[in-house]
Structure formats: C-alpha cells, structure tokens
C-alpha cells in the first residue's frame, strides 16, 4: 500500500518535471491513487495546471499536491468572482489567473476580451475550466502595425485557445504582401510571421 501510494506521488511530481506533454497528462485515478482527494473531472486541468506551475520538488508529497488542489479550485472561483463583479471589483483578471485555473489559450494580446466574455457570462457561466474555456476567442489576430506603407514590414500574431497542428501560411490569404513562414515558440498556441507590404501598397 505505501510502496503504492509512493508511486503513485512519484508520477505527479514527474509530470510537475516535465512540459505538460511529456509525461502525459494526469488523470483523476492518479491523484487518488497519491492519496489526494476533491479532484474530479470538473477540476482536472486546473489542478494539471498547478502542478505543472509548481517548482521542483513542489509535488512530491500528498500533502503539497493536495495544497494545489486547493489552489486550483480558488483560481477557478476568481474566475467566478470576476464574472459576477462590475469590471472593477473584483480587480481584471490577468493571464497568470487563467493559467491557474487550467484555461489555455489566454495571452496579453486577448486578456481583455477573454474578460470581457467572463463578465459577459451568465452567472455560475465561468465556475469551471471547461465553461471559461469556451469564453476563450478560439483565434486572435493583431498586427503590430495596422498603417502599413509600401515596403515597410510588421509582425502578425496568431493566437488560439489551444494548440494546433499543422496551421501554415497555406492556411492564410494575404492581399498586397508577402508573409513570412509562420513560427511558434509555445507549441502551437501562439505563431508570429512577417508581413510585408508590397511597393505601391497603402
């Protein structure tokens, strides 16, 4: 039994060590199997999305994994708190806020309309990871640079609410530039390319 629950503690603070890839993610048996209780299905990723957010060694133990549970269901009534304020009180969410809660797919470039459908959200409409994902723009374009002259060059940033595969410039129609291969430096969610105006282009 304890050779058991030592396992089953070793595998969490392996996915704590590793990219949220690799290992695979944790699933509900796992935490019970560690001896931590009030994980479900409902909470899941949030509580995934502390242990990977810990610091090494901050998931060795059934205690310090049952601490992140606790901290992964308050991420998840912040979000609540949030969509049942005004906009002011409670303060803006930030991106850290929804990394804590297990919400992917949330940057700087669309924080505010991410808190905008929040508070737009029907009340007990943000009270898990899966419902304020779904408020979760599945895909922000800006431009660095929106009066783009003739031979001048800006960055284009695609951001999804999850990662993506196999997204490239075939996937993107451009009029009066050329665009620069599409990269992503976090696995898929966010991807930047160049565009750059053709001569005569306004």
Sequence with gaps: MVTALNTAVTKIEAYNNGDGSSPAAL?????TAAGVTGVTATNLAAVNANVLAAATGGA???AEVQT????ANSAVAKIEAYNNGDGTTPAALTVADYTAAGVTGVTATNLAAVNANVLAAATGGADTTAEVQTLVPPLTITLDDTALAAGETATVTFTFNEAVTGFDNSDITVEGGTLSAV???DNGITLDSNVHADSGHQ
Excluded: E, G, K, P
């Excluded at 699933?27 to 935490?31: E, F, G, I, N």
């Excluded at 992140?68 to 901290?71: A, M």
């Design 68 to 71: 992140l549970v606790t901290d």
């Design 183 to 185: 990269t992503s430096a």
């Design 27 to 31: 699933v509900v048996a796992d935490y």
């Design 60 to 62: 060795d133990t059934t």
